[in-house]
T-cell receptor
Framework: NAGVTQTPKFRVLKTGQSMTLLCAQD?????MYWYRQDPGMGLRLIHY???????AKGEVPDGYNVSRLKKQNFLLGLESAAPSQTSVYFC????????????FGDGTRLSIL | KQEVTQIPAALSVPEGENLVLNCSFT??????LQWFRQDPGKGLTSLLL?????REQTSGRLNASLDKSSGRSTLYIAASQPGDSATYLC??????????FGTGTLLAVQP
């Protein structure tokens, strides 16, 4: 089982460039999430989705957009990258149940110069 | 605003020792509390999930407790092994499974 797969694993961007991070899950999970992890701040929720075609803002949504056109995929976009967006980005997915844990990908390490 | 704190930030113990990691949260209106493990350069692996109505959960050498009224959870690791070395994260769950994470405890188990 692949679980949650994130692409790319590493990327270096210049300020102002745009890019899309892809997350794919093969567990038929309803919910999907994007987090960022920064030193000393833990993981913070950027956006999430409770189903195909739906998205919602998390704790730190500014500067990011998301789309969930297919149930198994959740895309995170940076329209105009800024150095403050240098971080490790994690995608997660879960069933629509508060008794089931989230499953995480291995992360995308993004540096913006 | 919900805040989650983990103490200590780092811990080093000799192999075989029993240890306790602490997690505290400010708002007791949670659906569940989850403990994760994170290895360097990797994603998070779920260890234990405690429902808000439960007091504890066990998996092998791991035991997690939850006291909602005091806003505290502990993760007990018995007979620690070098392979237990990792960062341990706790997270409280709100609606639609949204998680608020602590900053983690970095555990090193010395052989």
């Amino acid at each position: 089982n692949a679980g949650v797969t994130q692409t790319p694993k590493f990327r270096v961007l210049k300020t102002g460039q745009s890019m899309t991070l892809l997350c794919a899950q093969d567990m038929n999970h309803e919910y999907m999430y994007w987090y960022r992890q920064d030193p000393g701040m833990g993981l913070r929720l950027i956006h999430y989705s409770v189903g195909e075609g739906t998205t919602a803002k998390g704790e730190v949504p500014d500067g990011y957009n998301v789309s969930r056109l297919k149930k198994q995929n959740f895309l995170l976009g940076l329209e105009s990258a800024a150095p403050s967006q240098t971080s490790v980005y994690f995608c997660a997915s879960s069933y629509a149940s508060l008794s089931r844990p989230q499953h995480f990908g291995d992360g995308t390490r993004l540096s913006i110069l | 605003k919900q805040e989650v704190t983990q103490i200590p930030a780092a811990l080093s113990v000799p192999e075989g020792e029993n240890l306790v990691l602490n997690c505290s949260f400010t708002d007791s209106a949670i659906y569940n509390l989850q403990w994760f493990r994170q290895d360097p350069g990797k994603g998070l692996t779920s260890l234990l999930l405690i429902q808000s109505s439960q007091r504890e959960q066990t998996s092998g050498r791991l035991n997690a407790s939850l006291d909602k009224s005091s806003g505290r959870s502990t993760l007990y690791i018995a007979a620690s092994q070098p392979g237990d070395s990792a960062t341990y994260l706790c997270a409280v769950c709100r609606a639609t499974n949204k998680l608020i994470f602590g900053t983690g405890t970095l555990l090193a188990v010395q052989p």
